[in-house]
């Protein structure tokens, strides 16, 4: 699955499946680590994270789930020079409580230098349409009160705020979207 798409001020770029195992995503992986812990420090404590923190935690946060069968990993790579990506975004294959399947979403990042520009949408909509393929009913996720941009996008595309389907620590706030 690829899809191109052209972002306002910066050119093509095209949407892809990509190894989460990847050095390049890997790159990107922890780069979204560091942004959120980074803003988890600093609407909590006034500071960035330290190297320490980010040394233990990154390699906690697990993403392996996001590889089949259990999930995928989606990419956008610049048109003209695959080695830079802006972006990712990561959808788990999993059942809910009831035992339906859902598909959750992860690991939703753009870099900041290629935010407010669409990537982000052309991102989420892909993840959309992994779950449409694989005949999931609804996607959900849970994210903190603190990445209100993320919070905007996801309003913005038809998600809607839930009750709590999880206990993790740092889930503040849940959404889900029917996929019909």
Known sequence: MASDVTVEGEGPWV???????????EALLRDYYVDVSDRWYQHREGRDSTPEE???GFP????????????EFV??????????????????LLRDD??????????????????RA????ALL???????????????RLDTRLDLREARA????????????FSDAFYAEVWYAKPLG
């Open 15 to 25: 949407i892809e499946l990509a190894d989460v195992r990847d050095p390049l995503c």
């Open 54 to 56: 980010i040394e233990t």
């Open 60 to 71: 906690q946060m697990r993403s392996d789930d996001l590889a089949p069968p259990t999930g």
């Open 75 to 92: 990419v956008a790579r610049r048109a003209d020079d695959a080695a830079v990506i802006g972006g990712c975004v990561g959808v788990r």
């Open 98 to 115: 009831t035992g339906s399947r859902v598909a959750e979403l992860r690991r939703f990042y753009v870099r900041p230098e290629h935010r």
């Open 118 to 121: 669409g990537l982000g949408g």
């Open 125 to 139: 909509a892909c993840a959309e349409e992994i779950a449409r393929v694989w005949g999931v009913p609804t996607m």
């Open 153 to 164: 996008l996801y309003l913005r595309h038809g998600w809607v705020e839930v009750p709590a």
